[in-house]
């Protein structure tokens, strides 16, 4: 049986050079806490224990366990799976342009709300409001953390105990448990469903707007598709409708495409300006979706209903800090200067040609001396048009334990996310970002080696 009177006491492992070289990192109080946790741990097991750890050994255990404690739980990862707006992976990434805007924002303090010409108090709103408008012909806009948000504000601020019309076809539940119809519950109004699953006509709307409704919702199912005996009114159709009856319409677009994804070999994704442009009164969508920018929810449409919005207690509660706004700003900047499509990173990558991935592919290949170059497709993801693939050109490797070959990418600094097909472990250049391909092949070739 170990003799716990042997135990170093915490005082003589604080006076050590290696405690001191800890605290010096750490801190002593962070320092302190791991040392007697250790010990503790220690007692706890010395009946299972042959001899018990001697100072430098305690020490060790110690510095391992304030390396767990201080190390980055959120930390960079090379996204090899070829979907773009992989949610899991944290979406879009930004544009260099983007990331220095919110550093240099973040570094001291800013004009978030102050009006240099005045010398007042002003709106943070201001500078990506201009820009809103500019760009999608609404006459307002106004920003909060994200798309669930926005919608959440709208029905609560024009629809609260009244009816909101909405088609069967649109009660849609997206990533993370997030259901159209709670969302309206919570904001009090009263979902009023027409139509069918499948199918829904104009008449419908129209029974259901003989009663007094505050909103027409309309919610694009951006994650998915009803094919087959499936109908429903154009955009345009049931804005005429509502207009007639004196009722606003709001467009939950989600993922707020700004450019013709038709371009690029992949399915219309409806545009906000088209939104506008029909007269949709309010129009919802995401920041960090099909724009490429940070996480935000954006409303634009009429200023007046916009006005009500601002005013409601529950903006604040949802309003985007200064370091979104600032990249958010850089991103919008990018469409102001017709710049979108080289200079935001999920637009670089959906203009991939299959030829340069495959290009890329060879490259890996001849430089990591294993693998092969196959044909595969590349999804956008993030709830983003549902079922559209691009073609794309994988860099397979060969393994007899696929998933402990994953297993050991996900390991390496950073790690490296790709996927699994037919037994082969594939890796797509489309979502790889050119800064990551140093780092992708040093990781690639460690885990192989430790393979």
């Not at 979907?83 to 544009?95: C, D, E, I, K, Q």
Request: net charge negative.
């Amino acid at each position: 049986m170990t003799d716990l009177r042997l135990l170093p006491s915490v005082d003589q492992l604080l006076q050590t050079r290696q405690a001191a070289e800890l605290i010096a990192s750490h801190g002593r109080p962070l320092v302190l806490e791991s040392i007697r946790l250790t010990l503790s741990e220690i007692r706890s097991s010395s009946p299972d224990l042959d001899s018990l750890p001697d100072l430098p050994e305690i020490l060790s255990l110690a510095s391992a366990r304030l390396a767990v404690w201080t190390s980055p739980s959120l930390i960079p990862v090379i996204n090899a799976t070829g979907v773009v707006l992989h949610t899991n992976l944290g979406r879009a990434p930004l544009s260099a342009e983007a990331v220095q805007a919110a550093a240099s924002v973040s570094r001291g303090y800013s004009n978030l709300e102050y009006d240099l010409n005045q010398g007042r108090r002003g709106s943070r709103q201001s500078s990506v409001e201009d820009l809103l408008t500019h760009l999608t012909g609404a006459e307002a806009a106004l920003v909060v953390n994200n798309n669930a948000g926005a919608v959440l504000l709208a029905l609560s601020a024009l629809a609260r105990r009244r009816r909101v019309i909405i088609s069967r076809t649109q009660l849609v539940e997206i990533g993370g448990g997030f259901r159209i119809p709670e969302v309206m519950s919570q904001s009090g109004a009263r979902l009023v469903e027409v139509g069918t699953t499948n199918r829904v006509h104009l008449s419908d709307y129209e029974s259901a707007l003989q009663e007094p409704a505050a909103l027409v919702l309309r919610a694009h199912p951006s994650n998915f598709r009803i094919v087959g005996f499936a109908s429903e009114p154009t955009l345009g159709e049931l804005v005429d409708l509502a207009h007639r009856s004196g009722v606003p319409v709001v467009d939950d677009l989600g993922s707020g495409a700004l450019l013709e994804t038709a371009r690029f070999g992949l399915a219309h994704e409806p545009m906000v300006q088209e939104s506008i442009s029909l007269g949709v009164d309010l129009v919802c969508f995401s920041g960090d979706k099909l724009l490429g920018g940070p996480q935000a929810g954006i409303i634009t449409g009429r200023a007046d209903l916009v006005a009500a919005l601002r005013r409601h207690p529950l903006a604040r509660a949802l309003r985007a800090d200064k370091l979104c706004l600032a990249a958010l700003s850089a991103t919008l900047l990018h469409y102001l200067k017709d710049e979108a499509e080289r200079a935001i990173p999920i637009w670089q990558m959906i203009s991939k040609t299959p030829e340069q991935n495959q290009a890329r592919a060879h490259h890996w290949a001849e430089l990591l001396g294993t693998g092969e170059v196959i044909p595969g497709q590349s999804t956008v993801g993030g709830g983003s048009l549902p079922g559209e693939t691009q073609p794309t050109f994988l860099l397979a490797i060969k393994s007899s334990h696929p998933n402990r070959l994953m297993s050991r990418m996900r390991a390496q600094r950073p790690p490296i996310v790709a996927r699994v097909e037919n037994d082969l472990v594939v890796l797509d250049p489309r979502t790889v970002l050119p800064e990551e391909e140093g780092a992708l092949l040093v990781g690639l070739q460690n885990a192989l080696q430790e393979a």
